[in-house]
Structure formats: C-alpha cells, structure tokens
C-alpha cells in the first residue's frame, strides 16, 4: 500500500516569506508527527497528532512554526518569518495510534531558506 | 532529559566485514529503545526495537541488536556487511512515559568498500 507522503520534495525560498509543508498520512493512521532533521544534528521532534486529542507541540522552536491537521489526516506544518537557521529536512511520520513502535516515515521535505 | 550518543560520526568497512555501530542512552529507566536506517533520499525505516525481555533482538535484513543496562548501551551488528547496507543508522529512546516522543541520535554515516 502507498506510505506516508510528503510534498514539496525540495523547497527553496528566501529569508521573511512563509513556507507551508504537507503530510499525507497512511490511510487510517490516527497518529501524524514532524520531526526536523538538520545537519549534524540528528532529528528532533517538533509536534504529534493523535485523533482528535490536542496536539502535543512541545517540540516547536519557535512561535514562527505551527501545524495543523485537518478532518485527522492530511497535516501542514508551516513556518512563518522564515529564517537561515530554519534550513532542514522535515520529515513526517504516522502510525496506527499513538506508538512508538510503528512509526512509518516519508521521505522529507528538504528545505532551504537563502 | 534523557540523550542519545552515538559516538562514531562515520564508520567505513568492506563488504562481507562484521559491523558493530555504538548508541549509549542516557535515562532513568528501563528505555525503549530503538534503530532506524535511512537511506539516501528515503524516510527512516526502523530496523528492530528494545521493549522488554530478552536482551538480543533481532531485525530486519540480518541485524541484531544487543541491550546492556550495565552499560547503557544498545548497540548494532550484522555479521557480514552487503554494500547495500550503505546508509546513515540511528539510535533512538522513548520519551519515557510519553510513548510516542523519540529522542534520536545525531546518527552513524556507514560507507561500505567493495
């Protein structure tokens, strides 16, 4: 069956403008999470969905970073002001419920901001 | 807070050589604990997880992975290395008690010679 997916594949823009990330879940999957990747650090965790539970957000930087998820499937994470630093790759995740063996990854969104 | 070390950055071995690749966790308790392989352009797939039990776990594609309390390890190996196994590993923990926050490793670049 299809994985997670994520989209843009690649985005570059420039420091100030807004950049929006998108999150397809696998189908039926009630749990979505963002991690962010950058370089020589490892991934962190930035927010998790689970149903319609409020989010944990603890992992966001920064107020300039939020995330939604609509009707509990497709996920936006967006970033507002970018900044050089914000330069990553996101990744997504979802798995059947909130668990952390069954986490299935997509492919990321690399982003870079000039 | 708990941490994840993978101390080796990036590790070089010939094909049909053994691999050990380290993680050290640092956490109160008994952690969950975890390995993923990410290849290039791809998403993370996990490779075997630590919950409970016997102390050797077994994976996917011929890994195996070892927990000692005593040492607060969980490191990985395979006996005979493919040059497909190219790829950057990570080492990951539960957030304890969150049971779907991980906590990653900055990761283990593995370039295989043929």
């Known amino acids: 069956g299809a994985g997670v997916s994520q989209s843009p594949s690649n985005k570059v823009t420039e420091k100030g403008k807004d950049v929006e990330l998108r999150c397809d879940p696998i189908s039926g999957h009630t749990a979505l999470y963002w991690y962010r990747q950058s370089l020589g650090q490892g991934l962190e965790f930035l927010i998790y969905f689970q149903g319609n539970s409020a989010p944990d957000k603890s992992g966001l930087p920064s107020d300039r970073f939020s995330a939604e998820r609509t009707g509990g499937s497709v996920s936006t994470l967006t970033i507002q002001r970018t900044q050089q630093e914000d330069s990553a790759v996101y990744l997504c995740?979802?798995?059947?419920?909130?668990?952390?063996?069954?986490?299935?990854f997509g492919p990321g969104t690399r982003l870079t901001v000039l | 807070a708990q941490s994840v070390t993978q101390p080796d950055i990036h590790i070089t071995v010939s094909e049909g050589a053994s691999l050990e690749l380290r993680c050290n966790y640092s956490y109160g308790a008994t952690p969950y604990l975890f390995w993923y392989v990410q290849s290039p352009g791809q998403g993370l797939q996990l490779l075997l997880k630590y919950f409970s039990g016997d102390t050797l776990v077994q994976g996917i594609k011929g890994f195996e992975a070892e927990f000692k309390r005593s040492q607060s390890s969980f490191n990985l190996r395979k006996p005979s290395v493919h040059w497909s196994d190219a790829a950057e590993y990570f080492c990951?923990?539960?957030?304890?008690?969150?049971?779907?926050?991980?906590?990653f490793g900055k990761g283990t670049l593995l370039t295989v010679n043929p």
């Open positions: 990951a923990v539960d957030d304890g008690g969150s049971n779907y926050k991980l906590t």
């Open positions: 995740a979802s798995s059947p419920q909130g668990s952390t063996d069954t986490q299935y």
